[in-house]
Structure formats: structure tokens, C-alpha cells
């Protein structure tokens, strides 16, 4: 089955870090532009960050920028999302997916054309 797993969430106070990770599985990610994305309760699915597989080039949003940071490993056929200065707003389900679009696209069109979607991974940011 070809789609992403994710994994790293869990309950955090404000003002710490998590690290996300978003693993393929039975393809390669180094064709796509992959992007992490979340959706809280009663909110439509945004874009946060992408990364391209060609260059590297990435792109945020400017709810994150400055707060995460997206890294890919392709030799683990894995993407990263480093998350730090979390906020309660950040209390979300994250998910990654993939596209063919370039980064800044990538994140905005990607609820409506990614690919491989996974379950996505619980984030509570609460005191």
C-alpha cells in the first residue's frame, strides 16, 4: 500500500519541541515534493512546510516559520518536521503527503491534490 506513516506526536507543555516523522512506504520519496500539513478540530486542513526532492528548496507558512523546520532523509525515505516554540494553537493532527508541485504550491494546493496520505500523528500542545 502506498502511503506515509507518521509518528512522533504526543502531549507537550508550551514552549517545547517535538519531532515528527513522516516515513514512505512502498515508494520513494525523492521524485516528490513533500509537504506536512494539519488539521484542528472543527478547521480545514492547512499546509505548514514543504520540501522539494530535487533541490531541497523549502518552503513555510507563516503560522511555523521560524518555529519548524522540514528536513527530508532519502535514504530513509523519510521527511522530518522539527517543531519548537510550540504554541496551544499548534494542537492539531499532522499528516504529510506528496505532489509534483513546487514548494510554495505544494503547500497551499496540497489538502486538495496530495498524495499517499497516512494517519497522521496527534500533537497536544496544553499545560
Known amino acids: 500500500q502506498l502511503q506515509f506513516v507518521e509518528s512522533g506526536g504526543g502531549l507537550v507543555q508550551p514552549g517545547g519541541s517535538l519531532r515528527l516523522s513522516c516515513a514512505a512506504s512502498?515508494?520513494?520519496?525523492?521524485?516528490?515534493?513533500i509537504g506536512w500539513f494539519r488539521q484542528a478540530p472543527g478547521k480545514e486542513l492547512e499546509g505548514l512546510s514543504c520540501?522539494?526532492?530535487?533541490?531541497?528548496?523549502?518552503y513555510y507558512t507563516d503560522s511555523v516559520k521560524g518555529r519548524f523546520t522540514i528536513s527530508r532523509d532519502n535514504a530513509k525515505n523519510t521527511v522530518y518536521l522539527q517543531m519548537n516554540s510550540l504554541k496551544p494553537e499548534d494542537t492539531a493532527v499532522y499528516y504529510c503527503?506528496?505532489?509534483?508541485?513546487?514548494?510554495?504550491?505544494?503547500?497551499?494546493?496540497?489538502?486538495?491534490?496530495?498524495?499517499?496520505w497516512g494517519q497522521g500523528t496527534q500533537v497536544t500542545v496544553s499545560s
Open positions: 503527503a506528496a505532489g509534483s508541485l513546487i514548494v510554495q504550491r505544494m503547500c497551499l494546493m496540497g489538502p486538495r491534490i496530495g498524495r499517499f
Open positions: 512502498g515508494f520513494t520519496l525523492d521524485s516528490y515534493t
Open positions: 520540501i522539494s526532492g530535487s533541490d531541497g528548496s523549502n
